[in-house]
DNA sequence: TAGCCTACCTGTAACGTTTCAGATTTGGGA
DNA sequence: TCCCAAATCTGAAACGTTACAGGTAGGCTA
């Protein structure tokens, strides 16, 4: 039987759909003379429809604007099209986040999945936004950050089966996709930089340890190059890139009013250096003559402090992007281990 | 019939739920010997349902760690239980954003209500996400910024009952909940503060023209302190507060470099501020000295920058928290007038 | 011709919740 | 004693979707 597109028969038992509710599968099904369960497969493409009743139920679609309600999909399938980041809500004074945001985003908007945000305070445990997400099935898919080299919540996922991706890595033999700055590189290379200028006592400001682990890539490839160029370092103890900018800054006063203080630091945040900056110029040093700064800056606001330092740029946006990449292919069943990223650092002296 | 805790007798043709699986209604229903539609109630404290009954069905529900499933109800009764944060995707150098969604979600984790971001690019059309979210019913409520004057979005959403709060007003005769910083007082104060400094030719950098609101409020502020101090004005053409940062220092270069440029001058953005002062000294002009700069920022980042100047301190996680209580008052059904909300300016002469 | 396979389509049930329209019990008043 | 109202509780239906287990028609094989 060849149907044609005016051979509308009311099934019976199927009252009309109220004209300005929002359609349904019934309400395309009843134009077409379908069944639901036809009208459902026809546009899912499904190989058991009729090519030509395909065309048909998918015009309909089209022209009343058919929408599939997430509620009815997500209590049927158990699917909820929903991406979570998890993050912590600390204070920012530049915008990191939200361009990961952005980035994500992108990706997602071009897909069927939402975002949903979902912070935790710095003081509570991150363990806890997750639990919630997995007990109530808020979402396919997660993205997270501050990685720590043992992660609870790599591992409650992970055992648990539900995709993630997370910004940083683990160290923890669970491979599990990932985005990561290539921070390892980044110190390495900022430590040459600072000994191309002459600078042979250096010094770094890190995440903090041993809580997150990038950490360990910074100073692995910090100690790398402080070795291969028969420098020496200099501590700095009690900040991190966590710490107040205020304290921060004092902290570097007094170290740089040492007796034997630095005069080559590398900063792994693009806000730390601008306290650092503080810092040094409150002990009386001159930055590009008693001491250089290289610092790493996920925003392009270093540009526009004075004095002007060496800079890494750290592309948050495309993190975000690559991120959401890595949980759609996760959900979609791809191999963990084809979905780790890194990015590399990328210098810049903005010294003009 | 007094019913006591051990009696529960299984109801007929009612299979013991599997153990392991997310607890539903019926699985307390079994538990406690009763109706579903009875455990709904008492959980929601129904007048109808006996005191004994509630205490009972709630001990189970919170023993066994309930949660109600999301999608269920959502298909039921057509609440999301989602606010949706539409912003535009701008790429941000200072921490505007991620702060406003801390401060929204700092007031949502206290309700059932999950927050959605739909960012949407900037060359596109501000009404297509609010038309996709209307259209498909994916939130309950919406916060919205960059409001306009005469804002479409805001129409549609009244003329189709849509709770929403705005951050910034609009001039169209509709009374809609918002929050605003109050950015009149805080032209009016930085421009006395300047004559107070002697400064009497002022300048302004302000919103883009006229699209935003507080472009408005900007110039009634900043006209009323000029003309009270007897001051005249110098008009800052071609850049406003969206323009690219390099492009803003480099017309900021040219305005200092003319004849009669500005010996004082008002900036609402705090990223804007960064390039005005890199425009300004590029004319070699000192600031403090040839010209002052008063400026609003949203995020603590100008106290490390220098030259040091005045700043007004926008709270943004605050109105974050602002703008949430008002869409969920507005969605309880709270007169939008209620809703209305203003912050004032803060000021810190940050030059030490 | 019968039987079978393929191609296409169908109704029913189920996900978890709330609403609707009763059902049952209890206590009190006449 | 009977009846009524109030106080509690109940099953069935519905929201929109997909999965399951068929159903029908036509063509091909034997």
Known sequence: MKTTEGDQKPVSGMAEPVEGERPTLKTIAFMAGLGVTTVSRALKDAPEIGQATKNRVQLIAKQIGYRPNRAGVRLRTGKTNVISLVLNAQSEIMGLTSNMVY???EVLSETPYHLT????SVKNDPMQPIRYIVET???DGIIMSRTEPNDARVRYLT????PFATHGRTEMG???PFHDFDNETFAYLSVKSLLARGRRRIAMLAGPSPSVTYYRHLHR???RAVEEGGASTVAVSDIDVDTSLGRMRNRMEEIMSASNGPDGIVCCSGSAAIAL?????????KIGGDVDLVSKQSTDVLQWFRPQIIVFNEDVRHAGRELARAVLRRIAGVDARELQSLSYPDEHDLRS
């Open 103 to 105: 980035g994500i985003s």
């Open 117 to 120: 945000v979902t912070p935790y």
């Open 137 to 139: 099935g808020s979402a």
């Open 159 to 162: 055992e648990h089966g539900i």
């Open 174 to 176: 669970i491979e599990h």
């Open 221 to 223: 490839g910090f100690s």
């Open 277 to 285: 900056v503080a810092g040094i110029e409150a002990a009386g040093l």
